[in-house]
């Protein structure tokens, strides 16, 4: 167990990312966790370190919470979860600067081989001998 928080990005909706209803845009969330998921991976210096893969997003989901309007800002949390295979997850969680939760996304991505255009084995160990800093890309001790 530990007492790391998550990476945070702080984000402000725009007014052209509304829909007719007057909030965000069901799509943008997943463009939020996006962003969010970038800036880990920047700021961990896995862009940097990784030579001849690219992480992969295979699958999200996102469970709407509360609705984000102009001019809200937010706080998208990351965290990369490790198992065993060929995938990991990647988690957010929009969060209003008031704590209240917006939305929470989950997604599975792979690191692919961009010359052999397959998933690769083992992405923590590829992230690890890239010098990415796994204590900021996740929370878990493993």
Request: aromatic content about 6%; overall charge negative.
């Given at each position: 167990?530990?007492?790391?928080?998550?990476?945070?990005?702080?984000?402000?909706?725009?007014?052209?990312?509304?829909?007719?209803?007057?909030?965000?845009?069901?799509?943008?969330?997943?463009?939020?966790?996006?962003?969010?998921?970038?800036?880990l991976l920047e700021a961990s210096g896995a862009l940097k370190g990784l030579q001849g893969v690219a992480a992969?997003?295979?699958?999200?989901?996102?469970?709407?919470?509360?609705?984000?309007?102009?001019?809200?800002?937010?706080?998208?949390?990351?965290?990369?979860?490790?198992?065993?295979?060929?995938?990991?997850?990647?988690?957010?969680?929009?969060?209003?600067?008031?704590?209240?939760?917006?939305?929470?996304?989950?997604?599975?991505?792979?690191?692919?081989?961009?010359?052999?255009?397959?998933?690769?084995?083992?992405?923590?160990?590829?992230?690890?001998?890239?010098?990415?800093?796994?204590?900021?890309?996740?929370?878990?001790?493993?």
């Amino acid at each position: 167990m530990t007492d790391r928080e998550p990476f945070r990005t702080r984000i402000k909706v725009r007014h052209y990312e509304l829909d007719t209803l007057g909030h965000l845009n069901h799509a943008v969330y997943h463009s939020y966790g996006e962003v969010s998921r970038l800036e880990l991976l920047e700021a961990s210096g896995a862009l940097k370190g990784l030579q001849g893969v690219a992480a992969v997003l295979l699958e999200t989901h996102v469970v709407f919470r509360r609705e984000l309007r102009a001019g809200d800002e937010v706080e998208v949390t990351c965290e990369a979860k490790f198992g065993t295979g060929k995938t990991f997850k990647m988690d957010s969680n929009i969060i209003k600067l008031d704590g209240t939760l917006a939305a929470e996304i989950t997604c599975t991505l792979g690191l692919m081989d961009l010359e052999a255009r397959r998933l690769v084995a083992d992405p923590r160990g590829r992230f690890e001998a890239a010098g990415a800093d796994l204590k900021l890309m996740s929370t878990s001790d493993d």
